[in-house]
C-alpha cells in the first residue's frame, strides 16, 4: 500500500520554541505600551508649567471673564421672550404643574441687529451688538448643585477639573506674579484642578468693593519673614529639590508645590495692586455702578488686563421660585449696569476681541406657576432648555442662536448642550476638545469627555 506523501507538511516546533517566539511577541508588546505610556507621561509633564503656551489652532480668545449666575435664571424672562403664553394665562399647560406665566417684561429690539433682550436689563440694551445669545441650551438634571457641577467641570457627579482649570493647563498664564486661574466668590469645586497638576486649581480671591488690597488673598504678606529671608528659603528648597531629583524620578506634585511657593512670593508685590480699585478713575468706578457686583467685574478687567486667564465671578441670587416680577429685577439690577460697563470698557481698551465673556446660570425655569398668576408667582426648575450669552472672544455679536417652542418648555432648533459649550469655548481659545486631554489612572481625560460639538455658526 503506498503512502500519502505531502510536501507541504505542517510541522509544529518544540514547546521551548513556542515559549520563546511567542513569549518575546508578548514581551515587545507590553514594552511597546509602557514606551507609549511614558512617552505620553513625558509629553504631559512638558506642560505642567504656568509658562504661557500657544494653542494649536487659530483664535482670537485669549481670557476669558465667566460671570456665573448661579440659581437658574430664567430665560423667559430675560432673554427668550414668549408672547404667545399670554393667551394660555393661568391655564394649564400640558408636561408641566401648574397654571401658564405670562413673562411681566417686555422685550424691546435693542442695537442695530434689533436683538431682544428683557426690560430688566436696559444697560445691556446698549451693547447688544456684542451679544451673542444662545437660547437652545439644555442640561441633564434640574437640581442647583448637579447642574452647576456639570456647567463648571463636565461632569455631574464625578471629581473633575473645572473649565478654568483646564485652560489654565492648555494655554498656561501671561503673568508670572499673578495665578493665571481667580475666582471671585464661589464654591471650591468651580475652581478645582482635580487630577490636573495642582498648580492649575484656581486661587480665591476673598474680594469686595471695599476690602483692603493686602487683604483679598489670604496670608499673601508674611509677618514673621522679611522678603530677603524668604528668598533664601525658596533658594534652598530649589537645591534640596535638585539634590531630590538627582536620587529619584520626577516628583511632579513636589515640583508644583515649590512653584506655588515662587508664585505666592512674587504675587506679593503685584497682587495688592491688581486688586486695588483706587488706581482706576472715579469716573470709570462710576460706570460700572456701585455694588459689589460692579467691583468685581471691574476687578475682572484689571485682572485680565494683567495677563490672568481665567477670572469668575460669583453672581447668583437668581433662584425665583415666588415674587420673581420684584425679584428677579433686582438680580438684573445687580449685574445689568456692571456687565455693559465691563463689555464697553474692554472694548474700548482693545480687550473685547481676545477676551471671552460669559453670561449664564445653571438650567433654566418652567413657564408655569403654582396657584393662579399673581405678584406673588414664581418658576420652578427646568432642565429641557435656558438662555445664556457670550461677548467677545471671536463670537459674533447681535445674534440670537437656537430657538424654543411657543411657551418655553423645549427646544424645536439648534440644541446646545453644556458639552457643546464646553467644545465651542475650548474652539474659540484655539483648541480642538477631543485632543486637549491629560493622561490619568491609564486612560485619557477630557473637559467634554466622550461628548460635544463646536456651535460653528456663532464663531466669528
Not at 503506498?2 to 505542517?10: E, P
Not at 435693542?110 to 426690560?119: A, N, Q, V
Request: glycine share 10%.
Amino acid at each position: 500500500m503506498n503512502s500519502l506523501h505531502c510536501s507541504n507538511a505542517i510541522t509544529f516546533p518544540s514547546r521551548r520554541r513556542f515559549l520563546q517566539q511567542t513569549g518575546l511577541g508578548i514581551g515587545g508588546l507590553a514594552l511597546a505600551c509602557l514606551l507609549k505610556e511614558t512617552a505620553t507621561a513625558a509629553g504631559a509633564a512638558e506642560i505642567t508649567s504656568l509658562a504661557a503656551r500657544q494653542p494649536p489652532l487659530s483664535a482670537k480668545a485669549k481670557h476669558v471673564i465667566h460671570i456665573f449666575a448661579g440659581g437658574a435664571p430664567s430665560h423667559l424672562d430675560t432673554f427668550d421672550p414668549k408672547p404667545g403664553l399670554e393667551k394660555f394665562r393661568d391655564q394649564s399647560l400640558p408636561g408641566d404643574s401648574g397654571v401658564a406665566f405670562p413673562s411681566p417684561f417686555k422685550f424691546p429690539k435693542c442695537g442695530r441687529s434689533g436683538l431682544e433682550i428683557s426690560d430688566i436689563f436696559p444697560k445691556l440694551g446698549t451693547v447688544a451688538d456684542e451679544l451673542c445669545v444662545i437660547r437652545s441650551m439644555f442640561t441633564d438634571v434640574p437640581a442647583h448643585g448637579a447642574a452647576s457641577k456639570l456647567l463648571h467641570t463636565g461632569s455631574i457627579t464625578l471629581t473633575r477639573p473645572s473649565l478654568g482649570a483646564w485652560t489654565l493647563y492648555g494655554l498656561g498664564s501671561e503673568n508670572a506674579s499673578l495665578p493665571g486661574f481667580i475666582t471671585l466668590g464661589g464654591s471650591t469645586e468651580w475652581r478645582q484642578a482635580a487630577f490636573l497638576p495642582s498648580l492649575f486649581q484656581g486661587a480665591k480671591a476673598d474680594f469686595a468693593a471695599n476690602r483692603p488690597p493686602d487683604k483679598v488673598l489670604l496670608n499673601l504678606r508674611n509677618e514673621f519673614t522679611s522678603r530677603e529671608q524668604q528668598r533664601m528659603q525658596l533658594d534652598l528648597l530649589h537645591k534640596l529639590d535638585e539634590a531630590h531629583m538627582e536620587r529619584t524620578s520626577h516628583d511632579e506634585q513636589l515640583e508644583a508645590r515649590i512653584d506655588s511657593f515662587e508664585l505666592a512670593f512674587r504675587m506679593q508685590s503685584e497682587a495688592p495692586e491688581a486688586f486695588d480699585l483706587t488706581k482706576e478713575t472715579q469716573e470709570t468706578r462710576d460706570r460700572y455702578g456701585k455694588g459689589d457686583l460692579g467691583a468685581k467685574l471691574l476687578c475682572a478687567r484689571r485682572l485680565v488686563e494683567r495677563g490672568v486667564r481665567f477670572v469668575q465671578i460669583d453672581a447668583g441670587g437668581w433662584d425665583h421660585h415666588q415674587n420673581l416680577a420684584a425679584a428677579i429685577t433686582r438680580s438684573a439690577q445687580s449685574v445689568d449696569q456692571a456687565a455693559a460697563a465691563l463689555i464697553a470698557d474692554l472694548k474700548s481698551r482693545g480687550l473685547l476681541e481676545s477676551t471671552l465673556v460669559i453670561w449664564g446660570g445653571e438650567f433654566g425655569r418652567t413657564a408655569t406657576t403654582a396657584g393662579k398668576v399673581g405678584a406673588d408667582s414664581g418658576r420652578d426648575h427646568h432642565a429641557k432648555c435656558f438662555s445664556l450669552w457670550m461677548a467677545g472672544g471671536g463670537v459674533k455679536g447681535g445674534m440670537a442662536y437656537g430657538s424654543t417652542d411657543e411657551l418655553g418648555q423645549e427646544i424645536v432648533q439648534d440644541g446646545v448642550h453644556i458639552h457643546d459649550l464646553h467644545a465651542t469655548i475650548l474652539r474659540l481659545l484655539g483648541f480642538d476638545h477631543t485632543k486637549l486631554t491629560y493622561r490619568y489612572n491609564g486612560r485619557d481625560f477630557r473637559l467634554t469627555d466622550n461628548f460635544g460639538k463646536i456651535v460653528e455658526p456663532i464663531i466669528a
